[in-house]
């Protein structure tokens, strides 16, 4: 299994964005929501990069491996 990358908050967002996930809330933590599995997903905001427990959880609510994860462009 591959490590997990250090990435920041931006690079994170637009990564589930490129996923088709849709911003339905744009406040302190923003919420994504994905039409087609009804699954919404919290991903919460701040200056500082993503840490590594709380990049794990988002993965793993996506139902991506780290490895697929890291492959989005």
Do not use: C, Q
């Not at 920041?8 to 599995?37: A, C, F, Q, W």
């Not at 699954?39 to 427990?53: A, G």
């Amino acid at each position: 299994m591959p490590r997990l990358p250090i990435i920041s908050y931006s690079t994170s967002r637009s990564k589930v964005k490129k996923l088709g996930y849709i911003e339905i809330r744009t406040k302190k933590h923003p919420v994504y929501y994905d039409p087609l599995n009804w699954i919404t997903l919290p991903i919460p905001f701040h200056d500082w990069d993503v840490p590594k427990w709380t990049l794990r959880a988002i993965i793993n609510e996506l139902w991506l491996t780290v490895w697929k994860f890291i492959n989005i462009k």
